[in-house]
């Protein structure tokens, strides 16, 4: 698809993240909720949980998640 970057459209779900810097992109915090929804077969609530807990320096993240 012509204009994107380095995104993949998934229907009907949705997990944008925010944080320190250009540090957030390279922990690919959305990415990885989704790989732990996928591959682990956690929920969407553990996955995010376990992510931004278990990934990302404490108070350095956040996410939102559909």
């Given at each position: 698809m012509v204009g994107r970057i380095g995104d993949t459209p998934i229907i009907v779900c949705a997990v944008s993240a925010t944080g320190k810097g250009e540090s957030i992109i390279r922990?690919?915090?959305?990415?990885d909720v989704a790989e732990k929804m996928e591959y682990k077969g956690l929920s969407l609530k553990d996955a995010a949980a376990y992510t931004i807990e278990e990934c990302?320096?404490?108070?350095?993240?956040?996410?939102i998640a559909v």
């Open positions: 922990a690919t915090v959305a990415r990302t320096p404490r108070g350095t993240a956040g996410l």
